[in-house]
Nanobody, 124 residues
Framework: QVQLVESGGGLVQPGGSLRLSCAAS????????IGWFRQAPGKEREGVSS????????RYADSVKGRFTISKDNTKNTVYLQMNSLNPEATAVYYC?????????????????WGQGTQVTVSS
């Protein structure tokens, strides 16, 4: 069955970096887009970045452009989110999700399978 497992979250100081991983099983990454989303307490889920199934076309929210990088390793069936220059506003639970098709979007409604999430806390 389809499964997504996030890892790599934790506590980091402002200005620091983290790399999140999303290990996928039950399907192959070349057929489906994968997105990263985050949800802070009291806020709606926000699309952060996504990568298409084929061609690895990437998309970023304006709030993270230039600081976050999405990538994937098809041999490991894993998607990564490198997060640099983190600020306290990045504090949230981060989720990876599989899209209904191969086109990358930042809309949560376009995704049908979700991981359990990993907590990222940016604080001094």
């Amino acid at each position: 069955q389809v499964q997504l497992v996030e890892s790599g979250g934790g506590l980091v100081q402002p200005g620091g970096s983290l790399r999140l991983s999303c290990a996928a099983s039950g399907f192959t990454l070349d057929r489906y887009a994968i997105g990263w989303f985050r949800q802070a307490p009291g806020k709606e889920r926000e699309g952060v970045s996504s990568i298409s199934g084929s061609l690895s076309i990437k998309r970023y929210a304006d709030s993270v452009k230039g600081r976050f990088t999405i990538s994937k390793d098809n041999t490991k069936n894993t998607v990564y989110l490198q997060m640099n220059s983190l600020n306290p506003e990045a504090t949230a639970v981060y989720y990876c999700a599989r899209a209904r098709g191969w086109i990358q979007t930042l809309g949560a409604n376009d995704y049908d399978y979700w991981g359990q999430g990993t907590q990222v806390t940016v604080s001094s």
